[in-house]
């Protein structure tokens, strides 16, 4: 089964930018869709932006024009560009890879269709 080990996160003012990485143990067809999660107590799981093996990206409304997930394949690794970051940003990130193959054109931005996550990084904006 794929690992994922997230880091990266930590406190930012607003406005500013932050990098977050997903270390990503191997690569096999769970890992065609890769995406980012966030979370905040109380709070339903929200997919924050999602990216293919071809590199095609989905972004949640919240975070368009500001986020910015990326994958090196050849490094193993999923990375999240926070830029402009504002307090709603705050909350446990993670990184997530599906639970099996994926056959539609498009990921999915779901958490349902996720089985593999890290453990999560904390990103603060204040």
């Known amino acids: 089964h794929v690992q994922l080990v997230e880091s990266g996160g930590g406190s930012v003012q607003a406005g500013g930018s932050l990098r977050a990485s997903c270390a990503v143990s191997e690569y096999h067809y769970t890992t065609y869709c890769m995406a980012w999660f966030r979370q905040t107590p109380g709070k339903e799981c929200e997919g924050v932006a999602v990216?293919?093996?071809?590199?095609?990206?989905r972004y949640a409304e919240s975070v368009k024009g500001r986020f910015t997930i990326s994958r090196d394949n050849a490094k193993n690794t999923l990375y999240l560009q926070i830029n402009g970051a504002k307090p709603e940003d705050s909350a446990m990130y993670y990184c997530?890879?599906?639970?099996?193959?994926?056959?539609?054109?498009?990921?999915?931005?779901?958490?349902?269709?996720?089985?593999?996550w890290g453990q999560g990084t904390q990103v603060t904006v204040s």
């Open positions: 997530a890879a599906l639970d099996g193959y994926w056959l539609r054109p498009q990921c999915p931005l779901g958490a349902a269709n996720f089985g593999f």
């Open positions: 990216i293919d093996n071809n590199g095609v990206t």
